[in-house]
């Protein structure tokens, strides 16, 4: 499963768009880019997936070049609901569901 | 849509006994579920892939000894933490993959997660 590297952390105030970039230099043909969001003491949630350029859905964007190295998830105009631990994966089309976590990125919003 | 539950959210034990924790598929079946553990301010670390009708298959570094899983019927996966020490506290989530679903990411649902204390 191909390794990805995100930002440790990132402060926001609400209202602000928090742009988180995840690399992922080793992906494969079949891999597929998702984030998942996790709240203290819950189980991660499903944020969002693409395989190339933009997607877009009601809670945030993704935007992936070309070359599929790297994506950055868009979180618009963020809440203090929005504070959570953002984990960016590469999953493969074929997957049975194992996934491999990275650290994520801890995005704190304050007022 | 599809939903993944944990069973206990939390549980107390004392050190050397044994304590199960139980993963559902609510409205799917799933031949393949996830075990993960997570301390405290760290991600989810893989433990071991729960295979319905056979062993389980344990990362790298898990005693399997310790941590027993069953998966005996397509809802339903326990993990079993056998003389467990305080070293085991931690926060345990089961995941499983909707394979009739559309989509990849989308179609992996974790459990609310269990919290394990060891006194």
């Known amino acids: 499963l191909a390794k990805t590297t995100q930002p440790i952390s990132m402060d926001s105030y609400e209202g602000q768009e928090v742009n988180i970039t995840c690399s992922h230099n080793?992906?494969?043909?079949?891999?597929?880019i998702t984030w998942y969001q996790q709240f203290p003491s819950q189980g991660p949630r499903f944020i969002i997936q693409g395989y190339k350029t933009k997607v877009t859905n009601e809670v945030a964007s993704l935007f992936i070049p070309a070359d599929r190295k790297s994506s950055t998830l868009s979180l618009p105009r963020v809440s203090l609901s929005d504070t959570a631990v953002y984990y960016c994966l590469v999953v493969p089309s074929d997957s049975w569901g194992k996934l491999q976590f990275g650290a994520g990125t801890q995005v704190v919003v304050t007022p | 849509g599809a939903v993944v539950s944990q069973h206990p959210s939390w549980v107390i034990c004392k050190s050397g006994t044994s304590v199960k924790i139980e993963c559902r598929s609510l409205d799917f079946q799933a031949t393949t579920m996830f075990w993960y553990r997570q301390f405290p301010k760290q991600s989810l670390m893989l433990m071991a892939t729960s295979n319905e009708g056979s062993k389980a298959t344990y990362e790298q570094g898990v005693e399997k000894d310790k941590f027993l899983i069953n998966h005996a019927s397509l809802t339903l996966s326990t993990l079993t933490v056998t003389s467990a020490h305080p070293e085991d506290s931690s926060f345990y989530i089961c995941?499983?993959?909707?394979?009739?679903?559309?989509?990849?990411?989308?179609?992996?649902?974790f459990g609310e997660g269990s919290w394990l204390t060891v006194v």
């Open positions: 995941s499983a993959r909707d394979q009739k679903g559309t989509g990849i990411g989308n179609t992996i649902y």
């Open positions: 080793n992906i494969a043909t079949n891999d597929y």
